[in-house]
Nanobody
């Protein structure tokens, strides 16, 4: 099993920045790909960014150029730097991990999930 714990959410004004973190523990060597997802009220969970063990990244079009996913393998920690935030970025943000290495941003393929951290962007 793998446990994921997110931190760093909060409330910011439009144009502001936040940095999310996700601490992983447990059988972390079993996970080959990690991602950030978000879910706004009444909407489906959507993939935001993903990264494999070698640092190759994938981003949703809506966040390209504004968000950066990174990882510190020695600390088993995943990050999401979010710049130029917009009100439409408001959502609960989740960290997730999966056992295969493929660059999917579809939630159905992920095996482990954190509890989420709320991000609210006001105009």
């Amino acid at each position: 099993q793998v446990q994921l714990v997110e931190a760093g959410g909060g409330s910011v004004q439009s144009g502001g920045s936040l940095r999310l973190s996700c601490a992983a523990s447990g059988y972390t060597s079993s996970t080959k790909y990690m991602g950030w997802f978000r879910q706004a009220p009444g909407k489906e969970r959507e993939g935001v960014a993903g990264i494999d063990r070698d640092g190759r990244t994938t981003y949703a079009d809506s966040v390209k150029g504004r968000f950066t996913i990174s990882q510190d393998n020695a600390k088993n920690t995943l990050y999401l730097q979010m710049n130029n935030l917009k009100p439409e970025d408001t959502a609960m943000y989740y960290c997730a991990a999966k056992r295969d290495p493929y660059a999917w941003l579809s939630a159905r393929w992920y095996n482990y999930w954190g509890q989420g951290t709320q991000v609210t962007v006001s105009s």
